[in-house]
């Protein structure tokens, strides 16, 4: 004879107290398992309850990992910022975009991906700062998993080094990402290079930049513009440029502004890097370069 259902119901609360996320979740079908499986009655009540509460849990998990990590794309590209702690990511990307985030002179100051738009040569780019990736990440150190989720999302990877480190910090991270299997163009930002010289590296071009220098985060702009590969047409008449990934055609152009004027169209001008003299006349299968300025023409 089962005890009393009132006093299971007890027992299952005071088996719940505490306990949150998976370990609910676990401590739940746990008690489903142990319930007499009556189809009617007040156990078969009890088994309902028992089995909504595991899906509430389920819902509430989902949605706090969401809140925590999750960063949804905006723009042409996004580009991670990725680096030892306290090498001045949060700093960089502050200072490249209009974004305020809290910067300190300590180790994990930001301990979630902070996401920030700019522009770079007019086109709108996602920034991303992906924090804490420590020594063992791959294997999920310091929740390394789910930011190296993130990371292998974006379109390309800013490593930030300071320039007063030793590279083996970096190094160290590097692996972590090569360990969970992510390839994806790189940079190196050499950073706080109004402190030391910038290192060299083996592998990746080195950028240095500094907080406190325009011209060094205007050259880092340019390069990380080059990383996302894209091609970028500006329309003579005015408007946002639009970026494409490349080939890109004078019909590509042209379907971006309106699906209608691919149909319409029938050719361009073309001023810039592509046309052998300004304003040539070109059909819709031409191919354009980055920074090309295009008329297209319509029927
Ligand atoms: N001199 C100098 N200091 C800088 C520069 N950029 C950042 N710093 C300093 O470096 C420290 C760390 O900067 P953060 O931007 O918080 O570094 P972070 O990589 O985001 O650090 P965590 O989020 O903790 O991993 C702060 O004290 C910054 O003021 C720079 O270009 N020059
Ligand atoms: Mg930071």
Redo the contacts with the bound molecule.
Sequence with gaps: MPMPHRTQQQLIKRRLVGKDGAERIRELRAILADLPGYRNGPYADLRKWVESELEASRTRKKVVHRDSIAVRREGAAQIALV??????????L?ALSAIQV?????????TRPVAATTRLGGVLVQLV?I??LIEGAADDRGGGRALLGVLRNADAILF?H?CDRPLAELELIRDEVAAAGIELPALLAA?????APPPEHPELPVVP????DDASLDRLREELWGMTGLVRVHLRDGGDPVALRPPVTVLDVADTIHHELRERCTGARVWGRSARFPGQQVGRGYELSDGDSVEILDR
């Design positions: 680096g030892p702690p306290n090498a001045g990511k949060s700093s960089l502050q809290k910067t300190g002179d300590y180790a994990f100051t930001t700062e924090p804490g930030c300071a950073t706080k290079c109004d402190e930049v500094s907080v406190l």
